[in-house]
């Protein structure tokens, strides 16, 4: 009987459907277990060979583990708004939600060909209605909360309101705005409505604020720092330049050290642990202020080496500080400001990134050093950052490179100050750790008991307070963008208004266009019935605007990081529309126990999925503050690109054993691989059908073919290098895709896809299949398992076992292999043996188990079966293999029983016919036994 993947494949995926196997319960006297993948974003293109990789890796942990008695979630949905619809929307006028549906439904066609175990009854879409409606109600749980300091954690936003009605904020420890001023119970009780709102919002954890954002005026949008790469969006390649705006920003860094401290606690890898760490940013030093010379100004730094500060030379501030406008003097203001215009058209990440460039303005004003009381220069520089501190730093050139760099490109003088401690180019390197400011307190001092005495000398004067900064900055949360969450905001007297639960979802309104308006405004601006009123709790048209009882609402969206901060949670109870999720179901599943996804999210999705995760444990909503106790990033699956070589100039390709004779003339192209045959041929004529470009192409060929090279990269449309899964899975089958994936090595690790690989792996479930039968029958039998049977079958649980424990799939699959060939060779058909065999499979080849499982008599899925218990007995041996040695080398084998004592090995030895061949009659010398190794006759 033949193995038809196809029809098997076919038939058990929709039995699996039919019959929900695959369906968490809520509560279960089973223990729990979550395995969650990185939800995809659905893009038109559909998913490639790479996609599935992680997938595939979590579906085999989640069906070991109901195999293992577990009750297992095993979700999967979409992380379906993004800008790459709305851009599709731009140029096509098509609504995103109309190529969202077609895009989910496409991946949801190509993922249940390859098998998953998913429970489909909890999918979860970000782009519904009925998922951002709870999306809309954790922002406004936000709005409502405050950090306490004292507390160390989120409270309710009223909490704070009394407190200022009873005693005012003059002991309140909160994080906030830094311009909060200091007012009295009698002073808030006085403050009108707005007023005291004016207040909140510098106290809430989601609060709007002026602030430097990278706006791509091509998308009309702001783009998050991930978003840009080389000084351009990721999307589209467009320019994007630094512009204040006034934005709904979350405030993550009251929980800068929570995240810290939480990396401690959690199963991640060390890199990704490492990246946040990085991120965050933490260093201890002190906040000094310098007063601006002839001027009622202050100038406020942070620096981790306060022992430096007689060590200032000048002082830089961000090109978009808010003190530059006011201090730059008249014969500096031209050249001040042509520096700012060309800084903005530099992203944050490209300015951090480049240590080489040196560039900076004079602004012709000068700070007073704290103590000396000596006239400091004030420029601005590219390198500081507004965002960063405090947007100023101290540059101090014998304690730092770059300040050094910046001192001596200018021209700006470097006072010698330190006794006798060379500051030379050469000796600056070794210095950084162990120059002391010369000055009567700091002394013969080391570096770390100077920067305390510099902090309390300058704590003394007013000047200066120890401090740790953090890196992290608040998350600007808004998008000029239509296809995203709504804000559940409306505007009166130009404060936000919460809307209430009860009137949640508000959802995305009609517009024309997906463009920004002419005007500078959001796409939302277009739309014409986009107004709240506050007597019929609806959304009505603008027209009724009347600042009484209708009232514009929010004009931007959320971010796409809103949604897929909290989907984890959402997945244990996603039919809910009363709460965001049950106490019975987030106090059973918890947390996610295995979450497996990309690296790259390591500083967004990731970092921001933990603070909202502890503010919803601050405030009751969560059992745990940490959302995954472990996570493993699975590694790249990459594509082998196909090289075409075209000498330039002309629209003739050389193949590529030719190409050297052309030296540098040589221009190289990818073409599809998927019109390349296993032997890297080409046929011209495909590739003259392919794209225009090469209709009129002439081949320089070799030996009458076409040779491609050939380069292994990351699969990408861009290189032409994808395969899709969907032709693998029609030509292999999905087990194959997914033994093959499995089998290209280490999950963590990158690795090249060549599907001509994919046989090996096609060939052993043909060979799997063809010991379930004889011939055209089903060769299954009762028999006794053999000896051999057993020790087959035990070493084979053993290590898969281990395998799926340590997420070493690649192994198990090499041991499935030698399983198969073994149990081939002992012509095994005993059902105490295969059936086990199948279990074992199942998780990596799951169609081909179930068919098989059910030609053994069962009615039941065989994902339901107990995994086999491995018996260390069947590995013991109870006999050996001597090698029977006569003055050293080996001239037969006996098999002989491991508890005989040396003098009855020996004594069978010598009755051995061999033995007494070998000796033809004379006496050996000496006879040497080592139990249980070796029998060395010495004649």
């Not at 405030?251 to 401290?261: H, P, T, W």
């Not at 000396?372 to 014998?398: N, Q, R």
């Not at 950084?432 to 902090?455: H, Q, V, W």
């Not at 069978?908 to 036994?929: C, D, F």
Request: proline share 5%; net charge negative.
């Amino acid at each position: 009987m033949s193995y038809d993947f196809n029809t098997i494949e076919a038939k058990w995926q929709a039995y699996w459907a039919e019959n929900g196997t695959f369906k968490a319960e809520n509560n279960s006297d089973k223990p729990k277990y979550y395995v969650l993948d990185m939800f995809p974003y659905p893009s038109g293109a559909g998913l490639h060979v790479g996609h599935p990789l992680g997938y595939i890796a979590s579906d085999i942990y989640a069906r070991y583990k109901r195999h293992k008695g577990f009750n297992v979630l095993h979700p999967q949905g979409y992380d379906s708004f993004g800008l790459p619809a709305e851009q599709y929307a731009i140029q096509t006028g098509q609504h995103p939600a109309i190529t969202t549906k077609e895009n989910i439904a496409r991946y949801r066609e190509q993922l249940d060909k390859i098998g998953f175990s998913f429970d489909w009854s909890r999918e979860v879409k970000t782009s519904d209605p009925k998922f951002y409606k709870w999306t809309q109600w954790i922002f406004i749980q936000l709005f409502d909360s405050w950090y306490d300091n004292d507390a160390d954690k989120a409270r309710a936003i009223n909490e704070l309101e009394e407190v200022f009605s009873k005693e005012g904020n003059t002991n309140v420890n909160a994080v906030c705005d830094e311009d909060v001023v200091i007012f009295t119970a009698e002073e808030w009780n006085d403050f009108s409505s707005v007023e005291k709102q004016e207040v909140l919002l510098k106290y809430r954890l989601t609060y709007l604020a002026e602030t430097e954002v990278n706006w791509c005026p091509k998308l009309g949008t702001v783009l998050a720092n991930d978003e840009i790469v080389n000084g351009v969006s990721e999307r589209g390649g467009h320019p994007v330049i630094r512009k204040k705006m006034t934005q709904w920003s979350m405030r993550i860094s009251a929980y800068a050290q929570r995240l810290l401290d939480g990396l401690a606690t959690i199963d991640w890898p060390q890199p990704l642990k490492d990246a946040q760490t990085n991120w965050i940013g933490r260093s201890q030093g002190a906040r000094v202020t310098f007063n601006v010379k002839d001027h009622d100004e202050v100038i406020e730094v942070f620096t981790t080496r306060p022992d430096t500060i007689f060590g200032v030379s000048f002082m830089t501030l961000a090109p978009e500080h808010e003190l530059v406008a006011k201090i730059t003097t008249p014969e500096q203001k031209a050249e001040i400001e042509a520096y700012i215009e060309a800084t903005a058209k530099r992203s944050e990440r490209d300015r951090m990134a480049d240590v080489k460039t040196i560039s900076g303005v004079f602004t012709g004003a000068y700070a007073e050093h704290p103590f000396t009381k000596e006239p400091v220069p004030i420029w601005i520089g590219d390198y500081v950052l507004a965002g960063y501190g405090t947007g100023a730093v101290m540059a101090v050139p014998c304690g730092d490179q770059r300040d050094y760099d910046f001192a001596k490109h200018f021209g700006i003088e470097i006072p010698n100050i330190f006794d006798g401690v060379d500051i030379s180019e050469e000796a600056f390197a070794d210095k950084e750790k162990t120059i002391i400011a010369n000055s009567d307190f700091l002394d013969g001092l080391n570096y770390k008991k100077a920067m305390k005495r510099a902090i309390y000398e300058l704590e003394k004067i007013g000047q200066g307070k120890g401090k740790i900064n953090y890196r992290l900055r608040d998350a600007v949360f808004s998008r000029q963008r239509y296809w995203g969450e709504p804000f559940p905001v409306y505007y009166v007297d130009g404060m936000p208004q919460i809307i209430d639960l009860q009137h949640l979802p508000i959802e995305l309104p009609e517009v024309e266009k997906y463009l920004p308006t002419e005007t500078g405004e959001p796409p939302l601006g277009r739309a014409d019935v986009w107004a709240w009123c506050t007597e019929t709790n609806k959304v009505v048209s603008n027209e009724k605007i009347d600042n009484t009882s209708v009232f514009p609402l929010e004009l931007n969206t959320m971010p796409g990081w809103a949604g897929s901060s909290y989907y984890f949670n959402r997945y244990m109870d996603p039919n809910n529309d009363e709460v965001v999720f049950s106490k019975e179901a987030i106090n059973y599943w918890k947390e996610v126990d295995l979450y497996i996804g990309g690296s790259e999210h390591a500083t967004g999705h990731l970092l921001y999925a933990r603070f909202w995760q502890k503010f919803l444990f601050d405030r009751e909503i969560v059992p745990v503050d940490e959302f995954a106790k472990k996570l493993i990033n699975q590694g790249m699956i990459l594509g082998t690109s196909a090289i075409v070589y075209r000498i330039s100039g002309t629209n003739k390709y050389v193949s590529k054993g030719l190409k050297d004779q052309y030296k540098n003339q040589i221009e190289e192209l990818r073409v599809d691989v998927n019109m390349i045959n296993a032997s890297d041929e080409l046929d011209p004529n495909d590739l003259r059908n392919w794209q225009p470009q090469f209709e009129d192409a002439e081949f320089e060929l070799e030996d009458g073919k076409y040779i491609v090279g050939r380069e292994v990269e990351k699969m990408s449309k861009r290189w032409f290098n994808v395969v899709n899964p969907d032709g693998v899975c029609e030509q292999y089958g999905a087990d194959s895709l997914r033994l093959y994936e499995m089998f290209l090595g280490p999950l963590e690790q990158a690795k090249p896809w060549n599907t001509a690989g994919i046989t090996g792996v096609h060939g052993f479930l043909k060979k799997l299949w063809k010991l379930y039968h004889n011939g055209e029958e089903f060769g299954v039998t009762d028999a006794e398992p053999s000896k051999d049977n057993l020790k087959t079958l035990h070493k084979t649980i053993k290590k898969v076992e281990e395998d799926i424990e340590n997420f070493s799939f690649n192994t198990s699959v090499s041991t499935f292999m030698i399983a198969v060939n073994e149990l081939t060779a002992q012509k095994c058909d005993a059902r105490a043996i295969l059936e086990p065999l199948l279990i074992l499979v199942s998780p990596y080849a799951p169609h081909i188990a179930e068919e098989l499982w059910s030609k053994l008599g069962h009615n039941d899925s065989i994902a339901t079966a107990a995994f086999p218990i491995f018996e260390e007995k069947h590995l013991v041996e109870s006999s050996k293999q001597y090698p029977i040695s006569f003055n050293g080398k080996m001239r037969f084998t006996m098999e002989l029983p491991l508890d005989m004592s040396k003098d009855d090995i020996e004594a069978a030895v010598m009755a051995h016919e061999k033995t007494q061949q070998q000796l033809a009659g004379r006496e050996p010398k000496k006879v040497i036994v080592v139990p249980g190794k070796i029998v060395n006759i010495v004649g």
